[in-house]
């Protein structure tokens, strides 16, 4: 058995592979599998996942005529699954509250002092001292 590759079998390697990493990145940008770079499984990002969904749509229409079945069938069934998972992924996004906004300090009420008597009336002084009391 030879170890080399045919052109055409080299090309249908290569385009499982393309299909594939497209497929995985998308999955990543749905939030549904970790992220290859740092192994978190992070918030989805569905403009991310669109952009995957679009190139792989755009691969369909570039390709169409041009792939054997087992190709092509990749290509379709890998299309399917991820519209679906985004599909189900935005619709959980919106059933789903966005997380609590993170509490800030309120700023402590501005104590009046002498400087703020030469500032107009309603507006607060840009400056104060402050020696620690």
């Known amino acids: ?3 080399t590759l045919t052109p055409e079998e080299l090309n249908k390697a290569l385009f499982v592979n393309l299909v594939m ?22 918030p989805a990002n569905l403009e991310s996942a669109q952009q995957g969904i679009d190139l792989l749509v755009m691969l369909d ?6 792939l054997d079945r087992d190709e092509a069938r990749l290509l379709k069934d890998s299309l399917s699954s991820l519209q679906m998972n985004f599909v ?6 919106k059933k789903s509250p966005p997380p609590p906004a993170p509490e800030t300090a309120t700023p402590p009420t501005p104590t009046p002092d002498a400087s703020s008597e030469t500032t107009p009336a309603g507006s607060e002084p840009k400056f104060r001292k ?3 009391a």
């Open 1 to 3: 058995m030879s170890d």
């Open 88 to 93: 189900e992924t935005a619709a959980s996004l």
């Open 21 to 42: 990493m497209f497929s995985q990145s998308t999955m990543v940008g749905l939030g549904k599998l970790a992220n290859p770079m740092n192994g978190k499984v992070e």
């Open 130 to 132: 402050s020696y620690g």
């Open 61 to 66: 229409a570039k390709t169409r005529g041009n």
